[in-house]
């Protein structure tokens, strides 16, 4: 019987980590902030498996003492927990949870004696990097730079590159193994009851809010694909190092229309148009990619049309479009 501790439980992808390991027959430990608030938590008690096989543990990141008791006797750890926004104002408010978030959180699992750890980092970590050219394939060798994070004032990407490094950094320390999966923009349905950042960007297009968008890349991932990429990380023997998690890179423009073909009852953006500013020509690079490691843990990705249908599907029944 496997045991696994799941860090943030209740977030979009967590709580997709968590259905699949509840599925395959794993004891799951979820750590969330409050247990009693089923509004935020409630989808991972209706899970099926969750009455017999998981337990919410009461931790924040932010607390070493709290973590304890929840990775104890477990055989692998994933840690998710991080904040996500498109823009942080205060850095600390992104980079404590996720820099001093990780540090308690592996070093529980030094106190417990685990042996494994998934960490969920991102493709942030690798694609903000003003020096590298715009022909550069983008792939596991890419780091974000952390001082051009600085002067941008990129906090999210600076967060989950430090983190990233720290998680490496102690893995090695406390012979701990460390695999590391690096979503890009993760779309497909939510389990939760509220919209997260990344869905909500679909949302962004369809609900009348924009009449323009930046004719940018968006690079896409289904959160059932990450999930699965997550637990091959601990399942898969030869999973080691870092892993960039994406599917396909599309531009906004493709991505309204096939929004617009499924669903043309909504308000999309009328112009979409290439602004040649500072963050879009970084985000632009994850024009050319390779997910050639990523396939060999989880063998073909869903597609994108599918990716975007049962996104809005599942944001339709649950009334938030
Ligand atoms: P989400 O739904 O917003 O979930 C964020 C999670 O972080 C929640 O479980 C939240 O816990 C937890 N968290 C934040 N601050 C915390 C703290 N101080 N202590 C404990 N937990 C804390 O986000 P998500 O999209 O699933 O993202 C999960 C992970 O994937 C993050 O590490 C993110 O950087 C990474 N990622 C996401 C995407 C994406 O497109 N969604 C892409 C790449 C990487 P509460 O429930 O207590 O609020």
């Known amino acids: 019987m496997e045991r696994a501790c799941v860090i943030g439980a209740g977030g979009f992808i967590a709580s997709w980590i968590v259905a699949k390991l509840l599925d395959r027959g794993y004891t799951v430990h979820g750590t969330v902030r409050d ?12 899970l099926p498996g969750a ?10 990141v932010l607390d070493y003492d709290s973590l304890v008791p929840a990775v104890r006797g477990c ?11 498109h823009k942080f104002e205060d850095p600390d408010a992104v980079l404590k949870p996720a ?19 998934v960490f969920t980092s991102s493709g942030a970590a690798m694609i903000f990097d003003p020096n590298r050219s715009r022909d550069q394939i983008i792939d596991e060798s890419c780091w974000s730079d952390p001082e051009a994070c600085r002067k941008h004032q990129q906090w999210y990407r600076l ?6 490094k720290l998680v490496s950094k102690l893995g ?13 923009v993760v779309l497909g349905p939510i389990l939760q009851s509220k919209i997260n950042a990344s869905v909500g960007l679909v949302a962004t ?5 924009k009449t323009s968008y930046p004719n940018i890349y968006f690079a896409l991932v289904d959160v059932r694909d990450v999930a699965e990429a997550h637990i091959a990380g601990y399942e898969d023997p030869n999973a080691s190092g870092r892993y960039f998690c994406i599917a396909c890179s599309k531009l906004c423009k493709e991505m309204i229309e096939t929004l617009k073909e499924n669903f043309p009852q909504y ?7 290439t602004e040649a500013d500072l963050f879009e020509k970084f985000l632009n690079l994850f024009e050319k990619f390779s997910n050639k490691k990523i396939l060999s843990l989880i063998k073909e990705f869903i597609p994108y049309e599918k990716m975007l249908v049962d996104t809005v599907a599942s944001l339709q029944e649950k009334g938030l479009l």
């Open 99 to 117: 820099v001093d978030g990780t540090r308690n959180v592996m070093e529980a699992c030094h106190k417990e004696n685990i042996k494994r750890v």
């Open 205 to 209: 297009l369809m609900n009348g809010s």
């Open 35 to 46: 247990p009693d608030d089923d509004e935020k938590y409630g989808h991972l008690k209706k």
């Open 51 to 60: 009455s017999e096989r998981l337990s919410l543990f009461r931790a924040d």
């Open 172 to 184: 090695d320390e406390f012979g701990i193994r460390v695999v590391v999966i690096c979503p890009v």
């Open 75 to 85: 055989h692998v750890v994933f840690h998710t927990a991080c904040p996500v926004a």
């Open 159 to 164: 967060a989950k590159t430090e983190s990233e």
């Open 267 to 273: 308000s999309y953006p009328e112009k979409c148009e």
